[in-house]
């Protein structure tokens, strides 16, 4: 319960709190990245502010939106194309305001009916082929005790879509040429073993998820009449959850992935 009487908002999505040994900090800024989210909102609570120091360092970052977020509201009469059109727009402005200059592309997969399937596999193989990123991001499919099924199926897309990438013989009909990641980071990570040094871009992770506004009730525990107070105890959260994670690793602020770099 808090102070006031009320319930505690739910905990905030976002980068596993390590309690596992810590083996690497940093990879190199790489030229081009992906990151492969379930749902708009996703990559910026999991690694928001690690494309954001990435993109002021010169990274072209790009984003793979697998569902069409049409789930994210507790209206049983909202209006849902509208909420799909609105959370693509909301995803857009996050990737902007993280500095990202690569393409947001929005695969449409129905929110809460993703299945990690050969066709949804090629989808994403192309994309990492066409994107040809040095580091792929996405969903630890390992993770136990996960609820949520896209974020499950979405892991073991990306992971499986980067063995289909890199290979020849995977999907010979694509337009691109084969491509191979030289690493993946796996975020809310059973077992992390990584962290990236994300002092000084966490208020951009909390800027970028300030743009999804239509997200404030569900995820963010911000309500529509909030005066400013609930805003700032977001940011706080958001804020203390990195300096757990950063502290995990010796640095200021932090997030944490299993990081795979033999691909």
């Known amino acids: 319960m808090s102070g006031t009487g009320g319930p505690e908002p739910s905990p905030l999505p976002g980068s596993e709190i390590p309690t596992t040994a810590i083996t690497s900090i940093d990879l190199p800024v790489p030229a081009r990245a992906l990151v492969v989210a379930a749902h ?8 928001g502010a690690t494309l954001a120091k990435w993109a002021a360092n010169g990274c072209f970052v790009n984003y793979l939106v697998l ?4 789930k994210g509201t507790w209206d049983a009469d909202a209006d849902i194309e509208q909420l799909v059109a609105v959370r693509a727009d909301e995803q857009r402005e996050a990737a902007r305001r993280l500095g990202a200059t690569g393409p947001v ?3 449409g997969h129905i929110d809460g009916e993703l299945t990690a399937d050969l066709g949804a596999r ?3 193989a192309y994309w990492i082929r066409a994107l040809t990123p040095d580091v792929v991001l996405g969903h630890d499919p390992w993770k136990r005790y996960r609820l949520h099924p896209d974020h499950r199926h979405a892991g073991w897309l990306t992971v499986d879509a ?3 990438a890199r290979d020849p013989h995977f999907s010979p009909d694509h337009d691109v040429a084969a491509h ?6 796996l975020f809310e990570a059973d077992e992390p073993d990584h962290v990236e040094d994300v002092t000084g871009f966490v208020d951009r992770k909390v800027e970028a998820l300030l743009a999804h506004e239509s997200q404030f009730v569900t995820t963010h525990a ?4 909030d005066d400013g107070t609930a805003v700032e105890a977001f940011r706080r959260r958001i804020h203390d959850r990195a300096a757990s994670v ?3 690793g010796g640095v200021g602020a932090g997030e944490a992935f299993k990081a795979l770099t033999a691909l």
């Open 180 to 185: 191979r990641p030289e690493a993946l980071l």
């Open 246 to 248: 950063g502290g995990t």
């Open 122 to 124: 090629d989808e994403v």
């Open 67 to 70: 569902t069409d977020g049409s």
């Open 40 to 47: 708009p909102d996703d990559a910026e609570f999991f690694c």
């Open 105 to 107: 592309v929005m695969l």
């Open 222 to 225: 911000i309500p529509v009449d």
């Open 162 to 164: 980067v063995v289909a």
